[in-house]
């Protein structure tokens, strides 16, 4: 939907609509979908702006609006990567640390083993 709008418009300031659309895709935690996501984004942004300069449309005002528009688009997809990598990282951290500590002696109140690392039997 985002393509048919962005290559129909005749408003310069459309890019921003895919801004909520980028958070969304964050809760899936797939660093992998969010970098094709990413991808296609950027690369939309980039046609938009070469063929809005060469041929007027898309709502292409000047080279510095189209020069913005890039930018920010790249900065928030480059923001968005590094969200969803750090949101992977942690959720695959915490389901080991769960594994971990599962079905074991109670020794503490998570019912965790010295060998199991985790803060609470270090603090012991």
Same mark, same amino acid.
């Given at each position: 939907m985002y393509t048919v709008i962005l290559f129909t418009t005749t408003n310069n300031m459309l890019f921003l609509y895919v801004f909520p659309m980028i958070v969304v895709i964050s809760v899936y935690n797939d660093k992998a979908y969010a970098l094709k996501?990413?991808? =296609?984004?950027? /690369?939309?942004? #980039?046609?938009?702006?070469? #063929?809005?300069? %060469?041929? =007027?449309?898309? =709502?292409?005002?000047?080279?510095?609006? =189209?020069? /913005?528009?890039?930018?920010?688009?790249? #900065?928030?997809? &480059? *923001?968005? *990567?590094? &969200? &969803? &990598? %750090?949101?992977? %990282?942690n959720s695959r951290g915490e389901a080991a640390a769960g594994k971990g500590c599962a079905g074991r002696d109670r020794k503490g109140s998570r019912g965790c083993l010295p060998e199991c690392g985790c803060d609470e039997t270090r603090n012991q």
């Open positions: 996501v990413n991808i =296609g984004v950027v /690369i939309e942004n #980039l046609l938009v702006v070469i #063929l809005g300069a %060469t041929t =007027g449309r898309f =709502g292409f005002r000047d080279m510095s609006s =189209g020069v /913005i528009q890039i930018l920010a688009v790249l #900065l928030f997809c &480059a *923001y968005s *990567y590094i &969200a &969803a &990598a %750090t949101s992977e %990282t």
